[in-house]
């Protein structure tokens, strides 16, 4: 090849501004490479040699590289087209070249010639660079070797690669795995090649992966052979260097055998060997899911729980065999009856259960259960004889994402209870109001102590008449609940809580606090209203410090004992702990509180019995006042009760009649709606100043 050949025409441009300028540029470049650390050359486009790096010089570059000053020895012979087709295209060009160093050992070089360009694109100069890249080549080698490891791992583990190019719609494989191959070609769409029961979940997934993010899942294969072939698969898109996505890979291995062997483990664990269907423990964790998507999303489901009616009969009459026919024959039905999606198990005996998952309303439930009660009503053929079966079911539908999922089994349960009490063979939805009285209660105590905490509780303040001296003697404070919603609540509402330890305690607490902070405040302001009884549970005589607490208490609000009556009533006395309640009691008479017996006459006690205890008032229960019946017993009871110098109180007032009755009996103090009504503190100076007698 002659230099003639690489004489590049001028070109175009010769004005000598544009001159002056490639000159300028080729200048500043040769003092760029002037300077680099490797062995580069500037060579001029007519192939002149511009400018030589001091490695260039210095180093003993490899002869095939370069063998001296001149641009037509520079460039190995065989890079000479190379060199040609950077200077006229500015093709840019690289290449390895291996050489022996002086002591033996491989050397690896890489030479490039890039072309430098004007802003016009014209190529003005092409530098050359030899580097010495034999580490890098080494790496390079290790790499293949690495490759070779993995080609030698996919043969091993039986893996398929794919290869999609996205834009050409070229598809390659390994040369692994070759069965699996004719499955895992397609055409237009990647989910050609899935079952279509296993479409949707790997579109899902395919869905929601991003792209270069790489997603694992698993999909049983589509093929015409009817073989069941199931498939783990990694998939990723990769992207060309302007993120566009350029190809799809994917590995894919068969592991129907690893799934069977899972399945037989699941299917002992989870499944219930006589129907197949899903057992107590799967369940379980069905149920904890749709609990979840219950409380996280506020996906509706319902629970379905089904008893066969007589199905010990059954066993027992037409034998185990006949027992376990209906089963499996109930199982069916009820995979029939029900969606695909929806779970039904068997969890032990003849009970099964279905959770059906995503529900809009009752409807969507009540429409299986008429179909299985369809099926049912057909006839069970079994060896040589018929029969029918019935079942009782019990459903519920859980909507409220805060509502305890563990009140869904129950309430489900308790639906189910009611289908088997009404006659079974029906379906009855659950109600709330079916809840047990045992719920109920507990539901409310909860309810009570959350209003104790918001403070809803307060007293109302009944008036007391002393009827000889035709004056208010007092107050009875009584509880109400101020109920944000139902409005203000008596006790009838909430009694659990004077039976339940801690509640009573809490709100004995607060009655006595409030009603002592009252009183502090009707002195203050000259409000007389006398005494004020306060009611105590048995649960306050618990602590057996509670004298010691009122008498605390009276102090701190500074209210003289003498103001303040507890009432207790003959069951808190007779009850638990009779020795600590009668000294506490004891203690409080002798610090000037009052103490009145309440309820008189609904208990066991008999006054003889009561003697013990120091009562300065007698209350007679309302049921006796009210009932004309009892006239010979409240007229007793007072005589009673002034013989053993006690003050007679009667509750429950509500006419002149029963008021002219009791006037007469000798009867000295009143409580009653005749005179007036619990009412809320700040009605009680008001009713003082318009009471007269
Ligand atoms: P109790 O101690 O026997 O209170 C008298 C009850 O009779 C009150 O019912 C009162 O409103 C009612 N009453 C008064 N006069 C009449 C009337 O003329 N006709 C009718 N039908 N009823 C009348 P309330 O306020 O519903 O309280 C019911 C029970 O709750 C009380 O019976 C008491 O055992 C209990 N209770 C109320 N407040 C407290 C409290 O602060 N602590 C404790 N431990 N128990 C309380
Ligand atoms: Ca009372
Ligand atoms: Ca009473």
Same mark, same amino acid.
């Given at each position: ?15 000598? &501004? =544009?001159? !002056?300028? *490639?000159? /300028?540029?080729?200048?500043?470049? %040769?003092?760029? @490479? ?5 062995? #580069? ?17 210095? &180093? =003993?570059? !490899?002869? *095939?590289? /370069?063998?001296?000053?001149?641009? %037509?020895?520079? @460039? ?5 087209? #190379? ?611």
């Amino acid at each position: 090849m002659t230099s003639d050949a690489l004489v590049v025409p001028t070109g175009i441009k010769d004005e000598t &501004q =544009a001159r !002056a300028q *490639a000159r /300028a540029r080729a200048r500043a470049f %040769g003092d760029f @490479v002037r300077q680099v650390p490797f062995p #580069a050359a500037l060579l001029h486009r007519d192939l002149s040699l511009l400018a030589v790096s001091p490695a260039w010089t210095a &180093q =003993a570059i !490899a002869p *095939a590289v /370069a063998v001296g000053g001149d641009a %037509g020895g520079l @460039v190995a012979p065989e890079d000479r087209v #190379a060199l040609l087709a950077c200077v006229h295209e500015g093709a840019d060009f690289s290449r390895f070249l291996p050489t022996l160093a002086q002591d033996g050992s491989q050397q690896f070089w890489r030479t490039e010639f890039n072309a430098c360009k004007d802003p016009d694109g014209e190529v003005y100069a092409v530098m050359v660079s030899v580097r010495d890249v034999t580490g890098y080549a080494e790496s390079v080698l290790r790499a293949e070797r690495d490759e070779q490891r993995l080609r030698m791992a996919l043969e091993l583990d039986d893996l398929l690669v794919r290869e999609y190019d996205l834009r050409t719609g070229e598809m390659y494989f390994s040369d692994t795995a070759p069965e699996l191959r004719k499955w895992c070609a397609f055409k237009d769409d990647p989910l050609e090649i899935v079952h279509p029961d296993d479409r949707q979940r790997c579109a899902d997934v395919m869905a929601t992966r991003k792209i270069g993010e790489a997603r694992v899942f698993e999909f049983r294969l589509k093929r015409d052979d009817g073989i069941e072939t199931w498939i783990r698969a990694v998939g990723k898109v990769f992207v060309d260097q302007d993120g566009q996505p350029e190809k799809l890979v994917n590995l894919f291995k068969d592991i129907t055998d690893r799934r069977r062997q899972t399945e037989a483990i699941e299917t002992l664990a989870f499944r219930d060997p006589l129907t197949g269907l899903p057992n107590r423990a799967l369940f379980q964790h069905r149920f904890h899911e749709a609990a979840a998507a219950s409380e996280t999303l506020g996906e509706k489901f319902g629970l379905i729980m089904i008893d066969v009616d007589h199905f010990k009969d059954i066993n027992d009459t037409l034998g185990h065999d006949a027992g376990d026919a209906l089963l499996k024959r109930l199982a069916g039905m009820l995979q029939h009856a029900f969606r695909s999606g929806d779970t039904v198990a068997r969890l032990g005996g003849d009970e099964f259960a279905v959770i059906l998952r995503g529900l809009h309303s009752e409807a969507d439930m009540m429409r299986p259960i008429q179909n299985l009660q369809g099926l049912l009503s057909r006839p069970i053929e079994h060896g040589g004889r018929s029969f029918t079966a019935s079942a009782s079911i019990g459903a519920v539908l859980h909507g409220d994402p805060d509502a305890d999922p563990e009140h869904v089994i129950k309430n489900a349960d308790i639906a189910l209870y009611r289908a088997k009490e009404a006659g079974r063979n029906r379906s009855i939805l659950f109600e709330p109001s079916m809840r047990s009285e045992v719920e109920r209660r507990i539901e409310l105590l909860r309810d009570i102590r959350a209003a104790v905490s918001a403070n809803e509780f307060t007293l109302f303040y009944q008036p007391v008449i002393d009827i000889r001296e035709h004056r208010v003697a007092g107050f009875e404070a009584l509880m109400r609940w101020a109920h944000p919603e139902q409005g203000v609540l008596t006790p009838a509402r909430f009694l659990v809580a004077f039976e339940d330890q801690e509640l009573s305690l809490r709100l004995g607490d607060l009655a006595l606090e409030q009603a002592l902070r009252q009183m502090r405040a009707w002195l203050d302001q000259g409000v007389e209203f006398g005494r004020v009884a306060v009611n105590i549970s048995a649960a306050q005589f618990r602590s057996g410090r509670l004298a010691e607490e009122i008498q605390e208490r009276l102090a701190r609000w500074n209210v003289p004992s003498q103001r303040l009556t507890i009432e207790v009533t003959e069951n808190v006395y007779m009850g638990w702990g009779s020795e600590l309640v009668s000294e506490n009691v004891r203690k409080l008479h002798a610090a000037g509180v009052m103490i009145a017996l309440d309820d008189f006459g609904t208990g066991y006690a008999s006054l003889a019995n009561l003697r013990q205890f120091p009562i300065d008032r007698l209350k007679i229960d309302k049921s006796f006042v009210q009932n004309a019946e009892d006239e010979a017993i409240v007229k007793a009871v007072i005589t009673l009760g002034s013989s053993m110098g006690m003050k007679v109180v009667a509750e429950g007032v509500e006419d002149a009649e029963q008021l002219g009755a009791l006037v007469r009996y000798g009867c000295d103090q009143i409580q009653g709606y005749h005179f007036g009504k619990p009412m809320p503190a700040d009605e009680v100076a008001g009713f003082l100043a318009g009471f007269d007698g």
